[in-house]
C-alpha cells in the first residue's frame, strides 16, 4: 500500500535528495544493437527500499495523479526499430526544446522538480517531460522510472532509465544518444520501483544520495 505523501515527506527530508551536473557538450555514442557482450548485466539490479528524493515528493504533492500505478504492469518492452525510434524522437525533441537552467536560477530554490512548461528545467524537469511525453504515446509507465545517478565527477544527476528486453536504457539530457546503462560511466543510485512509481529502490550505490537540482 503507498504510503501518505506526508510520511514521504517526512522521510525523504533525513536524506539530500538527488544536484543537475552542470550543463555542457553533449555526448554522442552508438547503441550497440545487443547488450550480449556487456560486462555488466543487461539490467540494473535493485537492492531494497529507499526514500524517494525530497524534491519528486514535493512535485507529487502536486502532481498526485502522475505519482500513482495506471494501467497494466509491464516489465520491459521489446526493443524493436519502432520503439527505438520512439525513443530517439522524445529524447531529441525535449533535449532541444528545454533551455537549461538551474532551480537556483529559476526558481530561487535548490531542489525543485517540475515540468518545463515555460521551456526551461534543470535534468529532472527533462526526465519528468520525457516520461510524461513517452506516457502519452502510450508506453507503459512501469518501464520508464525516473533514476538519480551520479556522473564521472561524482555529481547528483537525473535520467530516465528504459527498461527493454535488450537491458535498461538511459535518456539523459546530456546525451544526445541512447545509451545503454553500462555505457554511461555514471553510478547508479536510486530509482523508481516499478510496482509503484511512489515507492523508490536502492541500486547499490553506498554513499549518501546525491542532490539533484543544482546544475542543469
Known amino acids: ?17 538527488p544536484v543537475c551536473v552542470a550543463a555542457g557538450e553533449t555526448r554522442t555514442a552508438s547503441l550497440a544493437p545487443t547488450l550480449s557482450g556487456a560486462a555488466l548485466p543487461a539490467h ?3 537492492v531494497g527500499g529507499t526514500n524517494p528524493p525530497i524534491g519528486y515528493v514535493r512535485f507529487c504533492a502536486e502532481h498526485g495523479q502522475d505519482c500513482v500505478a495506471k494501467g497494466e504492469m509491464a516489465f520491459e518492452v521489446a526493443l524493436d526499430r ?6 530517439e524522437k522524445v529524447n531529441r525533441s525535449i533535449n532541444e526544446a528545454v533551455e537549461p537552467l538551474t532551480d537556483m536560477e529559476h526558481f530561487g530554490e535548490t531542489e525543485r522538480w517540475s515540468y518545463p512548461v ?4 534543470d535534468c529532472e524537469d527533462y526526465v519528468l517531460a520525457k516520461r510524461k511525453a513517452l506516457i502519452e504515446r502510450g508506453w507503459p509507465a512501469s518501464v520508464l522510472l525516473i533514476t538519480v545517478v551520479r556522473d564521472r565527477d561524482g555529481d547528483g544527476h ?19 544518444d541512447i545509451l545503454p546503462w553500462q555505457d554511461t560511466g555514471y553510478r547508479f543510485v536510486k530509482r523508481q520501483s516499478q510496482g509503484d512509481p ?4 536502492s541500486l547499490g550505490e ?10 542543469r
Open 1 to 17: 500500500m503507498p504510503l501518505p505523501i506526508r510520511m514521504l515527506l517526512s522521510l525523504a527530508l533525513l536524506l539530500a535528495g
Open 44 to 46: 540494473l539490479t535493485a
Open 82 to 87: 519502432v520503439h527505438m525510434a520512439d525513443l
Open 118 to 121: 515555460d521551456g526551461k528545467g
Open 158 to 176: 537525473a535520467v530516465l532509465t528504459v527498461v527493454t528486453d535488450q537491458g535498461d536504457l538511459v535518456l539523459d539530457n546530456q546525451a544526445t
Open 198 to 201: 511512489a515507492l523508490w529502490v
Open 206 to 215: 553506498g554513499r549518501s544520495p546525491p542532490v539533484v537540482g543544482g546544475g
